[in-house]
T-cell receptor, first 112, second 110 residues
Framework: NAGVTQTPKFQVLKTGQSMTLQCAQD?????MSWYRQDPGMGLRLIHY???????DQGEVPNGYNVSRSTTEDFPLRLLSAAPSQTSVYFC???????????FGSGTRLTVV | GQSLEQPSEVTAVEGAIVQINCTYQ??????LSWYQQHDGGAPTFLSY????GLEETGRFSSFLSRSDSYGYLLLQELQMKDSASYFC???????????FGKGTKLSVIP
């Protein structure tokens, strides 16, 4: 199994550009989440999903959109990139019977 | 809201035992998790405690006291590869929203 796959691994954007960070899992997990990690801030929840067609906001949702059309995929969209969105983004998933999340390897995003 | 407090840095000697503490404030409690993250890597799940007491998994153990809103991660027989950041985390209502502490950077020295 591949687990949780995130693409791209690195990205540089100009202010105002939009892009989609891809996340796919092959473990048939119901729950998926997006986190951003900034130095000294830990991981902060952006959006999460409890199943296909169901999404909700986390702690820091502004400037990001998500959708969950299938169980496997949970893309994160940056609508108009800002330098404050420079961060490392992690996608994670878990099943409803296991409390441990499996994380992807992350996307390192720089907005200039 | 939810908040977690853990020390920012801990240094310990190879072969020794180290304890990383975590105190939390939550509106509802569903359990305490621990994650390990090496520099440049992704977090990996270590343990989950829903009930009071000690859970042991090899060299790592995790303890929870719900009455004290407190838990700790205990690492025994420290190895250089244990140098990493360790995060405690609590799930929110429904148990699928995780709130993380800011992490404790553990440095293991020879």
């Amino acid at each position: 199994n591949a687990g949780v796959t995130q693409t791209p691994k690195f990205q540089v954007l100009k202010t105002g550009q939009s892009m989609t960070l891809q996340c796919a899992q092959d473990m048939n997990h119901e729950y998926m989440s997006w986190y951003r990690q900034d130095p000294g801030m830990g991981l902060r929840l952006i959006h999460y999903s409890v199943g296909a067609g169901i999404t909700d906001q986390g702690e820091v949702p502004n400037g990001y959109n998500v959708s969950r059309s299938t169980t496997e995929d949970f893309p994160l969209r940056l609508l108009s990139a800002a330098p404050s969105q420079t961060s490392v983004y992690f996608c994670a998933s878990r099943s409803d019977t296991n409390y441990g999340y499996t994380f992807g390897s992350g996307t390192r995003l720089t907005v200039v | 809201g939810q908040s977690l407090e853990q020390p920012s840095e801990v240094t310990a000697v190879e072969g020794a035992i180290v304890q990383i503490n975590c105190t939390y404030q939550t509106s509802g409690f569903y359990g305490l998790s621990w994650y390990q993250q090496h520099d440049g890597g992704a977090p990996t799940f270590l343990s989950y405690n829903a009930l009071d007491g000690l859970e042991e998994t090899g060299r790592f153990s995790s303890f929870l006291s719900r009455s004290d809103s407190y838990g700790y991660l205990l690492l025994q027989e420290l190895q250089m590869k244990d140098s990493a950041s360790y995060f405690c985390a609590v799930p929110g209502a429904g148990s699928y929203q995780l709130t993380f502490g800011k992490g404790t950077k553990l440095s293991v020295i020879p």
